[in-house]
Every structure is written in C-alpha cells, then in structure tokens.
C-alpha cells in the first residue's frame, strides 16, 4: 500500500480554533464580569448603601450619593459600554475572530 497522501492537518487546525475560541470566552467573560461588578459598585453602592457618607460632597450644587443615584450610575454605565466595545475589537483581533 502507497502512503503518499499527506496526514491529516484538518483535526489540528479544529483544535487550534477551538483553543482559540475557548480563550477568548474566557477573557470575554472575565471582562464582563470585571465590568458589571464596577457597574454594580457604582450604581447599588454609591447610589444606595454609600449615599449618606457621598452625601458630605457635592457635584454640581447636588449631594454626591444623590447625583450617582440620579445620573452617575447611568453615565458609568454608558462609558463602561464604550470600553467593552473597544475592547472586545482588540480581543477579536487577538484571537483572529474579527470578520
């Protein structure tokens, strides 16, 4: 029997994409939780459990507790969604994902 037939490169590559998928889940799930705790601190903390010591300091003529409650959590919200987005463009990049 002739053995001329190249071996088969196709599991190799599967395993490698999948190694690379799996990867990258596990930094894409790791930033998400990173942001949502910051997110959680901001809105739940400074906002509701943090609100009367933030409230010595004020933002803008408005007690600091009352200003996160009201504005500031939506404001980290939105700048955390824009980090997430320029991030997750860097980790697809990293992990040849992008389209």
Sequence with gaps: MDDDTPPDTGQAEEDETNANENAYWREN???????????????FGAGILFRD??????LGGYP????????????????????????????????????
């Design 29 to 43: 799930i790791r930033l998400l939780l990173m942001l949502m705790s910051i997110w959680f601190i901001v809105s």
């Design 53 to 58: 010591w933030l409230d010595q300091f004020a």
């Design 64 to 99: 600091l507790g009352f200003w996160f409650a009201q504005q500031g959590s939506i404001y980290v919200f939105m700048a955390l969604i824009l980090y997430y987005v320029v991030k997750m463009r860097s980790l697809e990049r990293k992990y040849d994902l992008d389209d």
